[in-house]
T-cell receptor, first 113, second 116 residues
Framework: ETGVTQTPRHLVMGMTNKKSLKCEQHLGHNAMYWYKQSAKKPLELMFVYNFKEQTENNSVPSRFSPECPNSSHLFLHLHTLQPEDSALYLC????????????FGPGTRLTVL | AQKITQTQPGMFVQEKEAVTLDCTYDTSDQSYGLFWYKQPSSGEMIFLIYQGSYDEQNATEGRYSLNFQKARKSANLVISASQLGDSAMYFCAMRGRAGTASKLTFGTGTRLQVTL
């Protein structure tokens, strides 16, 4: 248990659907991240939020829309996705301090039909 | 730019034996951190161990140790007394200087299979 939860754990959606992924942290840290993990590829950083402000958008298509309403919650809104967007989406929280370790949630496995 | 290279796509080890997973890195930063994560088939990314670039001693966490050779830019993970539950993907990662919104760069991972 890392103190980072993600819902849903699995999601199947059509290309015309709109859905949202949710990340919640109970660690009290200020930096939150979305990563995408596709098969046979390294983790790709998508977005970074620091103190609820987006500080990084790693050239992510606009069909992915993040939202950070408070320091405990991070959302990823999805609309008109493509089959190649099927992947594991991981949320992480940065602990700060000397090590600055990132702790991950269990991920949402997304399948786009 | 930072780069992590893991050259072993897959490794096998017998239960109770030790295994070394290789990781080399490239960075122009003077201060950086190196991490290892374990990812079981369930998908969660589990933090295992951290090594700071200025740490003179190799990091250890239980059965995990990090063989840090700065001049060679390598940060190999050593798992001692392997257990069946160690079967998973293992990722090496690094960040630059600790601070605001520091980012992790990941390698492609090594799949470890522990056999009886």
């Amino acid at each position: 248990e890392t103190g980072v939860t993600q819902t849903p754990r699995h999601l199947v959606m059509g290309m015309t659907n709109k859905k949202s992924l949710k990340c919640e942290q109970h660690l009290g840290h200020n930096a939150m991240y979305w990563y995408k993990q596709s098969a046979k590829k390294p983790l790709e950083l998508m977005f970074v939020y620091n103190f609820k402000e987006q500080t990084e958008n790693n050239s992510v298509p606009s069909r992915f829309s993040p939202e950070c309403p408070n320091s405990s919650h991070l959302f990823l809104h999805l609309h008109t996705l493509q089959p190649e967007d099927s992947a594991l989406y991981l949320c992480a929280v940065r602990a700060g301090g000397l090590e600055d370790t990132q702790y991950f949630g269990p991920g949402t496995r997304l399948t786009v039909l | 730019a930072q780069k992590i290279t893991q050259t072993q796509p897959g490794m096998f080890v017998q239960e109770k034996e030790a295994v070394t997973l290789d990781c080399t890195y490239d960075t122009s930063d003077q201060s950086y951190g190196l991490f290892w994560y374990k990812q079981p088939s369930s998908g969660e990314m589990i933090f295992l161990i951290y090594q700071g670039s200025y740490d003179e001693q190799n990091a250890t966490e239980g059965r995990y140790s990090l063989n840090f050779q700065k001049a060679r830019k390598s940060a190999n993970l050593v798992i001692s007394a392997s257990q069946l539950g160690d079967s998973a993907m293992y990722f090496c990662a690094m960040r630059g200087r600790a601070g605001t919104a520091s980012k992790l760069t990941f390698g492609t991972g090594t799949r470890l299979q522990v056999t009886l």
